[in-house]
């Protein structure tokens, strides 16, 4: 089971078109794609996992590498930077984190 990208979130973090699952495209998404590439691993803990084997699971994000997009709400504890491309990128770890 895996989601992915072939190089990047595309067109940019926010609302991506690019994921494949299981190498099927999944069409346009709503949202930011570190908290999107997590939901699927919740997802695929919670319901598509054998519960009777040992697995492995690697959840790699796209964050921060460009285009950065950052949900606005984790912009806003680095507002007193004055370089609105800093602010994006202090934003954009900490969504990923």
């Known amino acids: 089971y895996w989601l992915g990208t072939q190089n990047n ?31 699927e691993a919740v997802t695929w803990l919670r319901r598509h996992r054998d519960r009777s084997k040992p ?3 690697a959840v790699w994000a796209h964050e921060p ?3 950065i997009e950052s949900d606005p709400r984790f912009q806003e504890p680095y ?14 770890v900490t969504q990923l984190d």
């Open 9 to 39: 979130a595309a067109p940019s973090h926010k609302n991506p078109t690019n994921f494949v699952r299981n190498g099927t495209a999944v069409g346009p998404l709503e949202g930011y794609s570190a908290p999107l590439v997590v939901g």
């Open 55 to 57: 697995f492995f699971l």
């Open 65 to 67: 590498h460009l285009p």
């Open 79 to 92: 507002t007193g930077i004055p370089d609105p491309d800093v602010r994006q990128h202090h934003g954009n």
